[in-house]
């Protein structure tokens, strides 16, 4: 025995309990162990959480927002332009420091896996994805890194961009990344999703695209995405991000296309808060909020999750990043309010997210992987409320990050 957190607070259980870890598993969970371990944390009634997973993360491009000049309509195709200047003098050593500030940040507010978005293309070639690389190394033991080689610039649209994909996953990129609905028109966008699939086959990777992220409600590639997932028997296996075409969709074809969704176990990555900025830009009034229709999803049974995507770049010029603060975005963008319903929120950074990368040792239990985060709250209400320091993260069993807050209130003397 290694550590021992106790007085921790954790879903399911009405009790405190003790969570022991040996190595870099869990070893026990359960009320007043009498064991001791060299390492003996109080969490003093705390919540204890698996730690945060962040599946999207464009950490190539985070802090650009500190050299780059304004996103003046604020849409994705002037960001997408923006980016690309930075993108022809990108050096990896560059793009790994940038990274690694953000990655810093991340695990000190409880995340233990990143799915890091590396751009390929002909613009950037590969030096992008040679700098997330660079992070994944470095940062191995504070955190897991899984990097998607992405395609910014389209497949089709960018004439090499899929023999660098396939040069990328060769050079140890995990996941096949998309973005279908980027291409000029319809039969481009399912050639693009096919192309993705003929990597990830021949690769044995799994799939992660940005799909419908755009206010055309004729935009289609979901539907595709979906289609094409059951045809391959990749269920499980493909996550699509943003979709808030599904906003603009009819009731009708949403209805349709959440099925699919559903069947074909499609995970969908919301990222709320990116799309609130992005999204319904040339509306009048009412101005859309534009983001996926998660309520209808959760009903579907669809596996949702929330991302951080961005942060201060051209797309976004916030994010902490902070799996919590995403957390709270969605509960406002999605109105979920209800104590059931925060439950569900935090289920799409932790649970969720955790099965979408198909980590089958996440969780609080015994045998379990010891990634783990103590909340400075009783409850997850209250976490979302107060959004407090975290106390202490573990990965692996090693407390990787710790936070130390002395705050006071002084009365004035009269
Ligand atoms: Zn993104």
Not at 98 to 106: H, K
Not at 123 to 132: D, T
Not at 378 to 394: G, K, N, Y
Not at 403 to 413: N, Q, V, Y
Request: hydrophobic share 40%; glycine share 8%; with cysteine.
């Amino acid at each position: 025995m290694d550590v021992v957190i106790r007085n921790a607070r954790v879903r399911g259980s009405a009790e405190l309990v003790d969570i022991a870890l040996t190595k870099d598993r869990i070893q026990a969970v359960g009320p007043r162990s009498a064991t001791t371990a060299p390492r003996d944390i109080d969490a003093a009634g705390c919540l204890v959480s698996p730690g945060f997973v962040n599946l999207h993360l464009h950490a190539d491009k985070a802090l650009l927002g500190e050299r780059m000049r304004p996103n003046l309509s604020g849409t994705l195709p002037e960001a997408i332009e923006i980016t690309n200047d930075f993108k022809r003098a990108y050096d990896p050593e560059e793009v790994a420091a940038r990274a690694g500030r953000v990655l810093e940040a991340g695990v000190q507010n409880g995340t233990t896996f990143f799915r890091l978005f590396a751009d390929v293309g002909t613009i950037g070639g590969l030096r992008a994805a040679h700098g997330l690389l660079l992070a994944r190394e470095r940062f191995r033991g504070l955190c897991q890194i899984q990097v998607v080689a992405f395609p910014q610039e389209g497949i089709l649209r960018d004439p090499g961009a899929a023999e660098l994909l396939d040069e990328a996953i060769k050079q140890g990129c995990d996941v096949v990344g998309g973005l279908p609905w980027y291409e000029y028109t319809d039969a481009d966008a399912r050639e693009h999703i096919d192309i993705c699939f003929t990597l990830a086959r021949r690769h044995d990777v799994d799939v992660h695209m940005l799909v419908d992220d755009t206010d055309d409600p004729n935009s289609r590639s979901l539907e595709y995405l979906a289609w094409k997932t059951m045809r391959e028997g990749f269920q499980g296996r493909v996550t699509a991000s943003h979709c808030g075409a599904m906003a603009a969709y009819n009731d009708v074809y949403a209805a349709k296309v959440i099925d699919m969704v559903a069947t074909a176990g499609v995970t969908i990555s919301v990222n709320a808060h990116i799309n609130l900025v992005c999204s319904g830009r040339l509306d009048r009034e009412p101005r859309r909020r534009g983001i996926a229709r998660v309520k209808e999803m959760l009903v579907r049974g669809v596996n949702v999750v929330s991302s951080q995507d961005d942060v201060n770049d051209p797309y976004y010029p916030f994010g902490k990043p902070d799996q919590l603060e995403v957390a709270l975005m969605m509960a406002h963008t999605a109105q979920l309010t209800l104590p059931h319903e925060l439950e569900q929120v935090f289920d799409m950074v932790t649970t969720n997210a955790a099965r979408a990368a198909r980590l089958d040792d996440y969780g609080i239990a015994p045998g379990r992987r010891a990634d783990l985060v103590v909340i400075d709250a009783p409850s997850i209400h209250e976490a979302l409320r107060t959004q407090p320091p975290r106390r202490s993260v573990f990965k692996d069993g090693q407390e990787v990050a710790r936070a130390t807050l002395a705050r006071e209130l002084k009365t004035p003397r009269r």
